[in-house]
């Protein structure tokens, strides 16, 4: 089995650098490197988060009006950031000529948000290798699934290039990309990614029923469906509530990919799909008997796999046993369909920024439009 040295990383900056790239400084956290983020935007709806970030909010109109003062309140090395890169460049310029250690976060929030992370999951499966893949920026989870040099790809973020490296250091080809659902809150990368690599495009029959303009170049699945992965078989399994068609994948018995249907602490919002409140309660009935039938059943020592968590930076895998996630989700103990219904649409936060523009991108009848694309996801009831 390929050690982590064969999950591509980016080595650690230099002491004193001008600049910093965005994906050097998330391994630089991930690291538990101490940092302080001074973050310049005027208004700041998505920080970057880490356990060794230190967040400091000043605004570039603040700062450069009190540079000397903005300097004695910072410590050691300051990434400043901004939302291309290019406001921060000043503001770093000025705090360096007050003896600040300052680097300026190349590309800004926009290049944070394209950051990927590779971290290996172990699941006690001889054999297999399970990569997931954080987007620290939104919080988006996807997963590499390679056995027998074939390399099964779930939920890839438009990063084609990331995931084809990935399989290439894993000695394996990128044989299936499937996505778990018509994603609502970020832009799928499963189209472009099996044009890149010549892999199968599977999405779930489901998808094609709400409709899919690109549905010639899909292979569908069907619920129940065994994927054959070398010598390994991964099963489809459908968990309809987040959304009608979402599904997820259980790995050779052991692992749960779930989708957007459950997390490592919460549960998926149900109006997404239908977003009046009717149809929001429907869903929610539909999503409790889905986990109560289909997979609160399983074994609690299986490792869920979520789709989604909080934006930040992960030192590690967000793999929990399910018996951790029920007893660290409250919701998952209701037993009436109709209470739960009720509670996960009782405070749930706004829906994500150009909700139904995203979804039209990845049904295919929209133009791909990274700017759709902001803050953290929202796919979670809180």
Not at 159 to 185: N, P
Request: net charge negative; charged share 20%; glycine share 10%.
């Amino acid at each position: 089995m390929p050690t982590d040295a064969s999950i591509p990383h980016l080595p650690t900056a230099s002491p004193g650098a001008w600049s910093i790239p965005a994906a050097e400084l998330a391994e630089r956290l991930a690291q538990g490197q101490e940092i302080t983020v001074l973050d310049v935007r005027l208004e700041v709806d998505a920080p970057i988060e880490a356990p060794g970030a230190t967040s400091v909010h000043l605004p570039a109109e603040q700062v450069l009006a009190d540079p000397a003062g903005t300097a004695a309140g910072l410590e050691g090395q300051v990434a400043v950031v901004c939302n291309r890169g290019m406001t921060a460049r000043g503001v770093a310029e000025v705090l360096r000529g007050q003896g600040v250690d300052a680097a300026v976060l190349e590309g800004g929030m926009r290049g944070w948000l394209g950051v990927l992370q590779a971290r290996r999951v172990e699941i006690d499966v001889p054999g297999l290798d399970v990569i997931q893949v954080q987007r620290p920026g939104r919080g988006c989870l996807s997963y590499v699934l390679a056995a027998g040099g074939e390399v099964l790809v779930v939920d890839p973020a438009p990063d084609a290039d990331f995931y084809a490296g990935l399989a290439e250091g894993l000695g394996a080809r990128v044989k299936y990309v499937v996505d778990t659902h018509i994603h609502a809150d970020h832009l799928s990368g499963a189209l472009s990614l099996a044009s890149r690599t010549g892999a199968a495009l599977r999405l779930p029959a489901a998808s094609l029923e709400r409709g899919v303009a690109f549905a010639s170049a899909v292979e569908p699945l069907a619920d129940g469906e065994e994927i054959a992965l070398g010598p390994l078989s991964v099963r489809t399994i459908a968990l309809p509530g987040h959304t009608t068609d979402m599904t997820g994948f259980l790995v050779a018995d052991r692992a749960l990919i779930a989708g957007d249907s459950v997390f490592a602490d919460g549960i998926a919002r149900p109006d997404l799909q239908r977003s009046d409140p009717d149809g929001a309660l429907k869903m929610g009935r539909l999503l409790h008997a889905t986990l109560h039938e289909r997979l609160l059943p399983l074994d609690g020592d299986t490792v869920l796999l979520p789709c989604h968590t909080h934006p930040g930076v992960h030192p590690g895998p967000i793999a929990p046993r399910l018996a951790e996630v029920c007893a660290a989700v409250p919701e998952l103990a209701i037993a009436d369909p109709d209470e739960f219904a009720a509670s996960l649409v009782a405070d749930m936060p706004p829906r994500p920024a150009n909700y139904e523009a995203v979804i039209a991108v990845n049904s295919g009848t929209h133009p791909f439009d990274p700017e759709l694309e902001a803050g953290g996801n929202s796919c979670a009831t809180r």
